[in-house]
Each structure stands twice: as C-alpha cells, then as structure tokens.
C-alpha cells in the first residue's frame, strides 16, 4: 500500500507543478528521503507509469498514465461530468441547481436539476435563460476565468442593472472577481432575480476551452453567515473535482488552504 500511496503522491506533485519532476523535486515537495524518491521514480517508469527524458533526465507520465487518460478523455468529457456533479450538488444541499455557458457578455442555463426534498423552496429558471454575467453569481464565476481586460472589453462601459448587490461600477465587478479568483467561488444575493441567492463556480474544459458554471439557487431568506461558508466550499469543491479531472489549470494549482 506504501508503494501504491508514494506512486499516487508522485502523480499529484506532476499535475500540481505542471512540469517534469526530479528526484530532488519529490524529495523536497514530499519529504522523502532521496534515495526513497530515486527508488519509487524507477519503479514507476519500469512499469510504464512515468518515463524519464534522456536529456534532462526528468520524469514525465508515461504510456500507461496517457493511455487512460486519451480513454478517460474519449469517454467522458467536461460537460457529462458537470452533469453529474450537478446532480451531487443538488443532492447534498437540497436546492436548485444550475450549469451555464457563455454568451458573450450573457450566462445562459443549459441545464438545471431540483431537489426531491420536501421543505425547500426551489428557484426555477428554465434552461436558455440568460442575464448579464455580471449580474449573477454563475456568471462572475465565468467571467472570473477571463483576464480583466478581457472581462472590461466583454462587458463594455455600461452596466445597467441595479438590483439587490448587483456591481454597480466596472471597478467593483473585477475586485469581486479577484476575490472570486482568491476563494473559488461567488456569491450573488437579489440581482438578476429579486430575492434569489446564488453560489457558484466555474471549470474551463481545456480540450475546447469552453468555459461552464456551476451553482446552486436558494432564497435570500435562508443565507446565514455559516450556510455561506459551508456551501461555497461545497460548490468550490464540486468544480474542482471536475476541474482537475479535465486539466483545467487553476483547479489543479489551486491551494484550498491558502483560499
């Protein structure tokens, strides 16, 4: 089990630093002694799980690792899994739940799922609804994943709307959307409908680039401080998993103790 536990570590540094790994690396990132580190990298490139460059003589994911992930790839993709963390979500938290592209400067629902729970109240926005992504927490989560110039470019000089904690100014939009960045996902309360929260995220399908949001839909009524913390984690969490599944890059780098 060790050996298995060392290979899984080794596997994670590599999808964590993005880059070829050295035994020094594994030694210093996984305190291992050097030796260990130098014993389980070979064991693992003998079995076809990394292979070692001749130059550099770093270690990369070998035949056997990109052989099940070219499977995992043609047999699932960002959207089917998104569908089914969707309905997770939904499960756990009992509300409404929401998947959503961009349209230009709009987030669109694709799919929304509600909860077989009796004694919550549930949001129902139809699939191909839209609103101005700055005016919702799905679609700040989106536009969290785009550069500021590129979300000032997309969103233009005027935003219109004026409701519940909707931002009013284009300062505003992209500070909510560092702290967005920060923790991994966003809150709205009463925007783009009167007296609906959200908590969402995003993922970044890294095959097409096709960015999805992910969240939930509750009434404003039943925020509470510690609801707040605790589904945003569950949401941010829901991404991730995703996230790193697809290779979307900020899920794999992404710190949830430094959030």
């Not at 400067?105 to 139809?126: C, E, H, K, N």
């Not at 904690?165 to 923790?183: C, G, M, S």
């Not at 945003?232 to 900020?250: E, F, L, M, S, T």
Request: positive net charge; glycine residues 8%.
């Amino acid at each position: 089990m060790s050996t298995l536990a060392n290979a899984m570590d080794v596997l994670k540094l590599i999808a964590r630093l993005r880059r070829d790994i050295t035994v020094m690396d594994v030694a210093n990132e996984l305190g291992q002694p050097k030796s260990s580190a130098s014993r389980t990298l070979s064991m693992m490139a003998s079995y076809g799980f990394l292979e070692r460059d001749a130059l550099t003589r770093a270690y990369r994911p070998g035949s056997v690792i990109m052989e099940a992930s070219y499977h995992f790839r043609a047999s699932r993709n960002a959207a089917s899994l998104l569908e089914e963390a969707l309905l997770a979500l939904v499960a756990k938290t009992g509300y409404t739940g929401y998947l959503n592209v961009m349209d230009q400067a709009d987030s669109v629902v694709i799919q929304m799922r509600t909860s077989t729970g009796s004694g919550v109240l549930q949001i129902y926005t139809p699939p191909g609804t839209r609103a101005p992504a700055y005016a919702s927490s799905i679609g700040r989560a989106m536009l969290a994943r785009l550069s500021d110039a590129e979300v000032v470019a997309l969103i233009g000089p005027r935003m219109e709307l004026r409701r519940g904690n909707v931002p009013r100014t284009r300062k505003d939009l992209l500070e909510r959307l560092a702290q967005v960045r920060a923790t991994g996902w966003a809150l709205s309360r009463g925007e783009y409908v009167d007296n609906v929260a959200g908590i969402s995220s995003a993922v970044i399908d890294s095959a097409h680039g096709q960015v999805y949001g992910i969240g939930i839909a509750l009434p404003v009524a039943d925020l509470t401080d510690a609801l707040i913390a605790r589904f945003g984690v569950i949401v941010r969490d829901a991404a991730c998993g995703v996230g790193k599944q697809v290779g979307d890059p900020y899920w794999l780098g992404f710190d949830a103790a430094a959030s």
